[in-house]
Nanobody, 121 residues
Framework: VQLQASGGGLVQAGGSLRLSCAASGRTFSNYHVAWFRQAPGKERNLVAAITWNADSTYYADAMKGRFTISRDNAKNTVYLQMDSLKPDDTAVYYC???????????????WGQGTLVTVSS
C-alpha cells in the first residue's frame, strides 16, 4: 500500500489543522493506520492510531482531547484533526499502515513521506 500525507503547514498556537493520509495500491480496509511524528533532533513517536474498521482508536497522552483520528474507507483516507495546537506539536507528521491481523499499535511497515506542521507561539 502506498501512502501520501498532506495538510501540514504553519499555524499559530491554539489553532487547528487537519492532516490527510491518502492510500492507494491495495485494499485500504485491510490495514490499521497510524500517525507518527518526529520533531527535530528527537525520535519518531506514535501520535494516534485507528483500526482497519475504526472500532478502536489510540492516542498518546499528550494528544488526548486535542487530536482526533478518523477514516473513510470509501475514500481510502485517514484524517488527523488537530485542535488547540501548541508549539511542542511542531514536527514532521507521518502516516503509516499495518496489516489488520496485527495488534493495531504495532507492525507499521508502510510509510508515507511526511508533512511538516509548524506551530508558532
Amino acid at each position: 500500500v502506498q501512502l501520501q500525507a498532506s495538510g501540514g503547514g504553519l499555524v499559530q498556537a491554539g489553532g487547528s489543522l487537519r492532516l490527510s493520509c491518502a492510500a492507494s495500491g491495495r485494499t485500504f480496509s485491510n490495514y490499521h493506520v497510524a500517525w507518527f511524528r518526529q520533531a527535530p533532533g528527537k525520535e519518531r513517536n506514535l501520535v494516534a492510531a485507528i483500526t482497519w474498521n475504526a472500532d478502536s482508536t489510540y492516542y498518546a497522552d499528550a494528544m488526548k482531547g486535542r487530536f482526533t483520528i478518523s477514516r473513510d474507507n470509501a475514500k481510502n483516507t485517514v484524517y488527523l484533526q488537530m485542535d488547540s495546537l501548541k508549539p511542542d506539536d511542531t514536527a514532521v507528521y507521518y502516516c503509516a499502515a499495518s496489516n489488520k491481523y496485527n495488534n493495531f499499535l504495532r507492525g507499521y511497515i508502510y510509510w508515507g513521506q511526511g508533512t511538516l506542521v509548524t506551530v508558532s507561539s
